[in-house]
């Protein structure tokens, strides 16, 4: 906590030879991983910024056409938009329709698979018996193969189907299939997305919880804390770093949501699960419009990057306390 | 220095030993309800393997097949070179997981521990990069590739995969977890900060490595659409994309897909339990006694 | 370090060598398709050209089917050199022919006094400005299959190939019985509502749907009559087709020729052992009995090829009336119409032998599926989500089309 603490504006006066060795050593140890990073993955991302100005179908560089805004005024259709007021966008529009389903399942699926995750991690944390067998069907989820997971929810989600018999002994009256209903599909999305990636969350938070110190548990104790209290004041605190990476993971994962929605669902019926990759995915390799695909890209980049950003902060301000 | 006793991270004995116990039961209640709703899928997978194809589907859902269809797991063998992908998909997801787990704990460890110009900005980019769909990008990261003769090569998936952000950012959050002051009092004792690394954070980040070796493990040999798009020839195909073979413009055998699933499963399973011990040590703080 | 760079310098003369020794083989055609593995016409076309061309060898490159767009377009992109692409979907052609990924054709065909005839037209679809882009060499229709075994068992006449719409509901009606289906819709808008395009005006991208509806009320007819499997079921299962036929208890089945091949080969699999048939497709009453609608499947050359005449005659002899016979062999439809074609379909082994099967092989009409335009594509993706719509009923039929109209009217502009 020292080390952030004392923020001094140390780059503006010259860097004394000592310091200077230091960022070179910061430096020797970001390489080996950062000059992989940049040639493969950030040139190309940049290059795709560079892509949402033209149109281009693909081919040589030189049938791209340069127009500006022009990809972002036709995902957003500004002229129909301004118009027909903003409720258009989000009701006909393709780019909102696509904005809305992923918001609404990114808001839905975060908080449940971290809470989900967390309640695993700290069940399996203690040394239950069968611990590992428990884990490891928890993970096993994850491991599988998309298609043989997804075919087989897609099934039993079926009118008829198991589920819709258990939500009816519950007196709940549904029974169509979920995926051909438009209000379900979304839901079953979201179901097979928090199934899927609890497993996986929960293994990382179980590598943090070994390294919470157990003197914070002690101390905690011997001042009378319970166990929420515990949990709440010494658990939770500890794990800061950790949900950080899992919230914004995942908050890019299910903005990123593709092959769940791919398998189950096609984006339908209708539009009702239509997600920005879905639609990304439809302008880039349907129709070959890379530069619209590309304006897609950035609009999510955007909302993601917000998001980053404002948790960024708030780590900032935790690591400051 | 910190002076940390080894007791289980749960150290704090229940007050009511028959709440305890209920607590206990209903935990275990729980944990087996979704154990099974979990496993429902894979005795799906399972059952399909070992039918017809045309059973697979038929309906209402039959868990035990009429007749065990063994022959499936042979044919698999026979149909499509399948021993060939097992060894691609190995070999990349082995080659992936080294460099990515040694360049980035190196890398996280300056982004947690090290100052230096640019820190934040480049870790944005890091973090920023991930959320780019793949799919905008796979064109000109395509040509590039290309350009460098990496186009049909397991190389190119070595790459492509090795230097993901993801691998970093997990890293440098567990690095940050442990206390700074440790690495201040190695720098008084005369440690170099790759010393500090070798040493200390390497030691202490056991179940962070552990994880990372698992995600990056799990996520290449799962991964379908980079080894889709750079491998082209049959020999250098991998499982996932060899899978496809049974899915056809016309026809499909997803009995034989299953199949094929339920194989390359195995590997994937022993990495995760073999490493499963790292997460249950209890007190990852051992060797910190002053 | 002298050492070192020795080797490095023996291992890249080792490398040049074996390239220059590569470049030597000019005699060997690369050729991009997908299921190459398992799709018999493609061993079939393999062998004769191998056969009639010494010297030459053919080699494929698999992609697989669903992938095939995504993939062949990076690899265009990318610069690949393999000769000849096939065209799996028309509107990709327009794609790529507009990237400059297709070599014009127009020199070739003039050079070589190219004869098109047996195309009876259908080339014109892979032509842009005038300008040849690629050949077909297989043309898939739609025809009804249907289940001899179950008609027989249920003392029913076979169907013929002289149906109206109406005619076909009431004999799938009257072949529902206890488990078995009277027919079988697969999901696709394609299978339901493509028939309109049978009569030779109507196309799916003149941005009018109301004629869809027809189709629409004859497809609910019947599934309210349980005399299909619910769309639902079928999507949420993703039944397969050729599972729901293969199982035996579906009567009927409007699909692609495509399909000949796979009862062929499941027959001789023994994975289904019942008769089947194929008739013509019933038609509306005011259109012609024998009229379809199906799909071309072409093969270009590469722009970027470095055999092009070898291509060219690869891609001419295909498309002919030789490459369509090996086609022809294995019960796949070539795009090229002769009567030794026509002769080479009907005795290809495991086709059935009665007398409508073969009438059946010779529509009066074909229209195409989607006709290639600078908007197909995002048509296509319109239709396909409105179609699920109407299908789940979510939508009613007049709703759903309306929503098709002023969905299209808008990328229309």
Known sequence: MAQTKDRKPLYKRHMTRYERKKELIAYSFLAPNFIGFAVFTLLPVLFSIFLSFVKWKGGDFSTMQWVGLGNYAEIFKTAKVAEKGIGYLFAKVDLGIALKNTLFYTLVTVPMTLVCSVALALALNKAVKGAVGFRTIFFFPYVASMVAICVCWRFMMMKDGPINQFIMALGINFNKSWTADSGMAIWSIILVSVWRNMGYYMVIYLAALQGVPTDLYEAATMDGANKWQQFAHVTLPQLRPTTFFASTMLIISCFKIYDVVAIMTEGGPGRSTKM????????????????IASAIAMVLL???????????????????? | MTQITATPANGVRPSHPALAIVGKTLLYIVLVAIALVTLIPFVWMISASLKLDREVFSYPIRWVPEVFHWENYSLIWSKVPLLTYFKNTAFIAIVVTFIQTLTSSFAAYAFAKLRFRGRNVLFICYVATIAVPWQTYMLPQFILMRSMGLYDTLWAIVVLQSFSAFGVFLMRQFYQGIPTELCEAARIDGLSEYGIWARIMLPLSKAAIATLVIFTFVGTWNDYMGPMIYLTRDVNKTVQVGLRRFIQENSSDYHLIMAVSVCSLLPVSIVFLSLQKYFIQGIATTGLKG | MKKTLALILAVLMLLSVASFALAEDAQTLTIVAWDAETTPYLAAQKEAFEASHPGVTIEYIDVASQDYPVKTTTMLSGGDASDVYMVKELPHLLDWQAAGFAEPLNSYIEASGYDKSGFLGMEANYAVDGEQYALPFRSDFWVLFYNKDLFDAAGVEYPTNDMTWEQYADLAKQMTSDGVYGTHYHTWLSAVVNWDVCDGVNTLIDGDYSDLAYFYELYQGLEDAGA??????????????????????????????WFVSTMIQAIKDGTCDFNWGIVSVPHKEDVAAGSSFGNLTGAMINAKSEH???????ISWLAGEQGALATASTGTRPAWVSEAVAEAMASAEGFPTDDASKAALVPTYVGIEIPASEHSSEISTVLNEEHTLIMTRENTIEEGIEAMNERVAEILG
């Open chain 3, 308 to 314: 092009k005449d070898l291509a060219w005659e690869y």
């Open chain 1, 302 to 321: 955007v909302i993601v990057l917000i998001f980053t950003l404002i948790q960024f902060s708030m780590e900032d301000r935790y690591a400051n306390d």
């Open chain 3, 228 to 257: 299909c499997m619910p769309y639902d079921e079928v999507k949420a299962a993703g039944l397969h087709y050729s599972a729901a036929f293969e199982n035996g208890n579906v009567a009927m089945l409007p699909m692609g020729y």
């Open chain 1, 276 to 291: 920005l990759v879905t639609y990304i995915y439809d302008e880039a390799f349907a129709h070959f419009n890379y530069g």
